[in-house]
C-alpha cells in the first residue's frame, strides 16, 4: 500500500519567500507529525496532530511556521518569511493511533534558504 | 539541552562482526525507547523497540539493550551486513505523543 508521500521533494526559495510543504500520511492514520533535520543535526520535533487538531505545537521554532490539517488526512507546513536557518529536510511521519505506535515516515523535503 | 544523545557521529565496523550503537538519555521520565535506521533520501524506518519494563528486546539480528540506572541503551547488530549501513537514529518517549530523536549515529559496514 501507500505509504506517506511528501511534495516537493526539493525546494530552494529566496529569503524571504514564503513556502508551503505538503504531507500526504497513510490512509486511517489518525497521528501527523512534522519534523526537521538541519545539517549535522538529530530529528527536531515540529508540530504533532491527533486527527485535525494540534495539542502540541511547542516544538514550532517561531511565529512565522504554521501547520494545518484537514479532512484528517493531508497537512500543510508553511513557513513565512523564509530565512536560511530555515535550510533543512522536513520530514513528516503518520501513525494509526499516535503515543509510541510506530511512525512512519516519508521521504521528506529538502528546503533550501537562499 | 539535548535529551536524547548519540555521542558517536560514526562508526566502521567489518561485516560479519558485531555492531554496537550507543545512546544516552537525561529525562528519567521517559520509558519507551525507539531506534530508526535512515537511508540517504529516505524518511527513517523503524528498527526496534523496547519499553522501560525491560532490560532486552530481541529481533533477529537486533537487539537494543536497557540500563535504567546508567540511563543508557545501545542497539546491537550481530552479523552485521553491508545493508545494515545506514544512519542509526536513538529515540525516546515520555507516555507524551512527542517522540525525542538524538542526532543519529553513522554505520558503515566494510567489506
Known amino acids: 500500500g501507500a505509504g506517506v508521500s511528501q511534495s516537493p521533494s526539493n525546494k530552494v526559495t529566496e529569503k524571504g519567500k514564503d513556502v508551503e510543504l505538503r504531507c500526504d500520511p497513510i490512509s486511517g492514520h489518525t497521528a501527523l507529525y512534522w519534523y526537521r533535520q538541519r545539517l549535522g543535526q538529530g530529528l527536531e520535533f515540529l508540530i504533532y496532530?491527533?486527527?485535525?487538531?494540534?495539542?502540541?505545537k511547542s516544538g514550532l521554532p517561531s511565529d512565522r511556521f504554521s501547520a494545518e490539517r484537514t479532512g484528517e488526512s493531508v497537512s500543510t507546513l508553511t513557513i513565512q518569511r523564509t530565512q536560511q536557518e530555515d535550510s533543512a529536510v522536513y520530514l513528516c511521519?503518520?501513525?494509526?493511533?499516535?503515543?509510541?505506535?510506530?511512525?512512519?515516515f516519508g521521504p521528506g523535503t529538502r528546503l533550501t534558504v537562499l | 539541552d539535548q535529551q536524547v544523545k548519540q555521542n558517536s557521529p560514526s562508526l566502521s565496523v567489518q561485516e560479519g562482526r558485531i555492531s554496537i550503537l550507543n545512546c544516552d538519555y537525561t529525562n528519567s521520565m521517559f520509558d519507551y525507547f525507539l531506534w530508526y535506521k535512515k537511508y540517504p533520501a529516505e524518511g527513517p524506518t523503524f528498527l526496534i523497540s523496547?519499553?522501560?519494563?525491560?532490560d532486552k528486546n530481541e529481533d533477529g539480528r537486533f537487539t537494543v539493550f536497557l540500563n535504567k540506572s546508567a540511563k543508557h541503551l545501545s542497539l546491537h547488530i550481530v552479523p552485521s551486513q553491508p545493508g545494515d549501513s545506514a544512519v542509526y537514529f536513538c529515540?525516546?518517549?515520555?507516555?507524551?505523543?512527542?517522540?525525542?530523536f538524538g542526532k543519529g549515529t553513522r554505520l558503515h559496514i566494510l567489506p
Open positions: 496532530f491527533q486527527g485535525n487538531s494540534a495539542p502540541d
Open positions: 511521519a503518520s501513525s494509526l493511533t499516535g503515543g509510541v505506535s510506530e511512525q512512519f
Open positions: 529515540a525516546a518517549s515520555d507516555r507524551d505523543d512527542k517522540i525525542i
Open positions: 523496547i519499553s522501560s519494563i525491560k
